[in-house]
C-alpha cells in the first residue's frame, strides 16, 4: 500500500523557523559575551574617568583654568586641550625625574608621609601597593598584598588581599586590614579588619588571579580554588 506523505502544518514549521533563529542568536550571544562584557567594563570605566576629569568636572575645570592663560577666553574646548596638555606635559616631566634610584627615594618619601595621616594613611597605603602591583614595577609590594581566604561566619568566605603584614588591634583582639575587592571592575572595594584568626593565606594563589577572578564575575575560578588541588602548607599568623 503506498504511503501518503505527512504534511507538516504551517503552525508547526513557524515554531520550528523561530525556534532555529533563537537558537542560532542565543549562540552567537554566548560567543560575542566576553567582548560584551568587556565593552561594558570599559565603557564603565570610561564613563567614571570623563565625570572626574571631564571638561565640566571640577578637575576639567581647572585643566581649562590653567589652558586659559595661554587662550585667554576662547574656545573653552581649546582652553581645556591647552590644560590637558599641560598635565601630560608635567606627568612626563615627573616620570623622568623619579626614574630608577630617585623613583625608590620619592616613592618611600611619600609612603612614609602619607602613611602617618590618621585615616588617610590607611586608604593610600593598600591603594598604592595595588597600583604598583598592577604594574609590575615593584615586586616585592606583592608581599604585602598577599591573596587570603577571610571567613565571615556562617559558612560565609571570600577572596581578598592581605592590606598588611602587621597585626593591629583596635580593642577586639589581634586583626588583620584585607581589602575586599568589587566585581566586575577591581580597583576598589573595602577596608576591613577582620579577626586574625579568620585571614587565611592562600600561598598558591596570585595577584593576577585575583584581577581574572574578579574580572570575569567568578565565571573562570582559578585552579587553587578547585577540588583536588592540593593547598600549599603556610603558617596563617
Do not use: C
Not at 153 to 171: F, H, P, Y
Amino acid at each position: 500500500m503506498e504511503r501518503l506523505p505527512i504534511i507538516v502544518p504551517a503552525a508547526r514549521k513557524s515554531r520550528w523557523a523561530w525556534k532555529q533563529l533563537l537558537t542560532a542568536f542565543l549562540t552567537g550571544l554566548a560567543f560575542l559575551a566576553p567582548l560584551l562584557l568587556t565593552a561594558i567594563v570599559l565603557v564603565w570605566v570610561f564613563g567614571q574617568l570623563i565625570g572626574f576629569v571631564g571638561p565640566d568636572s571640577l578637575f576639567g575645570r581647572a585643566l581649562s583654568a590653567g589652558g586659559r592663560l595661554f587662550t585667554g577666553e576662547g574656545s573653552p574646548l581649546l582652553s581645556f586641550a591647552l590644560g590637558v596638555a599641560m598635565l601630560f606635559a608635567l606627568i612626563t616631566a615627573l616620570g623622568f625625574v623619579v626614574k630608577d634610584k630617585a623613583k625608590k627615594v620619592l616613592e618611600e618619601l611619600v609612603d612614609e608621609t602619607l602613611g602617618r595621616i590618621p585615616l588617610l594613611g590607611n586608604v593610600y597605603r593598600p591603594v598604592a601597593q595595588l597600583v604598583r602591583g598592577m604594574s609590575g614595577s615593584k615586586a616585592e609590594e606583592m608581599s604585602a598584598m598577599a591573596v587570603v581566604r577571610v571567613e565571615f561566619g556562617g559558612g560565609i568566605e571570600t577572596i581578598a588581599l592581605l592590606a598588611s603584614n602587621d597585626i593591629l588591634d583596635v580593642g577586639g583582639g589581634p586583626a588583620r586590614l584585607v581589602l575586599v575587592t568589587t566585581a566586575p571592575v577591581p580597583i576598589g572595594g573595602a577596608l576591613l579588619l577582620v579577626p586574625a584568626d579568620k585571614v587565611h593565606p592562600i600561598p598558591d594563589m596570585k595577584f593576577d588571579d585575583v584581577m581574572k577572578l574578579y574580572l570575569t564575575m567568578g565565571m573562570s575560578p582559578p585552579a587553587q580554588l578547585k577540588p583536588g588541588v592540593p593547598p600549599t602548607v603556610s603558617s596563617a599568623s
